[in-house]
């Protein structure tokens, strides 16, 4: 089985980016309910992650909504709440309609300054997505490794829900939002757990890094050199128990070097497909984000390449059956 863990419903119906509009219009909860039918939630998928999951091989895909829509700067933590149920509960409805396909994994309903305490669990998600700066490219919140997250890390431990750390879109011009404000962020988080001792406290924690783990494998020893100097345990005793990444990586070279930084156990599949990048490489003549081809063409055993396409997922998701 091939198993996506990263997936947003980017091409969710028209309908839904309206009724955003006229919320973030109003700068209050609205009173607008969202009006959107099975067969349009049908034919936003049938034509696009679906078809590709035909065509590319892969058989079901963990779906959240679309990152960049977040948005948790927006509005205060009432029209942020009242975003993330709408948006969740349209993704509940798209998993139920298509249980073999997709898995439920939520946005949850933070706002810059917030305690993450106001976020509980609903529909059975088997994953949530945290975001680390919700204040859009401004990072005004305190580290990931700081007490004020540790409302948020209790309840995924008692519901035994792992968080892929991903970012929403950038206010701050200097940071494009999905070349350099979702990397910078994926770098961030994994230096801010090297700085920590999170894992201490939680060590049942789970964290998926997206898109590779940024910079993170890349250079490998200049963080493991910073957590000597810092006098912290070697990062596979300090993280590699708790932290994962995804193989969100559009070329050949970048997969190659994921595989033989970070240990097969710590790596997920995923596509991020219908997402970021969704051109053909001129090379290559494929899509970037076929990524199950890098997969396939990495130097792995069999039994390697089905613990990154689905046996990992299985035991970070523990709650998808």
């Given amino acids: 089985m091939i198993v996506d863990c990263h997936g947003h419903y980017t091409t969710a119906p028209q309908a839904l980016w309206d009724w955003r509009k006229r919320q973030v219009s109003e700068k209050s909860i609205s009173s607008n309910e969202l009006k959107i039918s099975d067969d349009q939630i049908r ?3 049938e034509n696009a992650q679906l078809k590709l999951q035909r065509e590319r091989g892969s058989d079901v895909t963990f779906f959240s909504p679309r990152a960049g829509s977040m948005e948790h700067h927006v509005g205060d933590a009432a029209v ?7 948006q969740n509960d349209l993704i509940h409805r798209a998993c139920a309609l298509y249980p073999k396909n997709f898995a439920a994994v939520c946005q949850l309903p933070q706002s810059p300054g917030v305690s993450p305490a106001n976020c509980v ?9 945290l975001n680390p700066d919700p204040s859009g490219g401004w990072w005004k919140e305190q580290p990931l490794t700081d007490r004020w997250w540790y409302p948020i890390y209790e309840k995924m431990v008692e519901l035994d829900v792992p968080a892929m750390v991903h ?23 994994f230096m801010q757990l090297i700085q920590g001792d999170l894992f201490k406290d939680f060590p049942q924690l789970k964290f998926v890094i997206p898109h590779g783990g940024g910079a993170a494998p890349y250079h490998w020893g200049r963080y493991r050199g910073l957590a000597q100097d810092m006098k912290k345990p070697l990062l596979k005793e300090h993280l590699l128990k708790n932290v994962y990444f995804d193989t969100c990586v559009y070329h ?3 997969i190659d070097l994921l595989l033989k930084v970070i240990p097969v156990e710590n ?31 990495g130097k792995l055993s069999a039994a390697d390449k ?12 523990s709650r998808w059956k």
């Fill in 43 to 45: 034919e936003s998928l």
């Fill in 80 to 86: 942020s709440a009242q975003w993330s149920r709408v």
């Fill in 121 to 129: 669990e609903e529909l059975g998600f088997i994953g949530c997505n």
């Fill in 167 to 189: 970012v929403s879109s950038s206010c701050n011009p200097a940071f494009h939002f999905t070349g350099a404000h979702y990397i910078n962020a994926d770098t961030t988080a």
């Fill in 252 to 254: 050949q070279p970048g």
């Fill in 267 to 297: 790596i997920l599949f995923a596509s991020e497909m219908v997402g970021a990048v969704r051109g053909i490489d001129p090379e290559t003549g494929q899509y970037y984000d076929d990524t199950k081809r890098y997969i396939e063409a």
């Fill in 306 to 317: 089905k613990k990154i396409f689905e046996d990992n997922a299985r035991r970070v998701y």
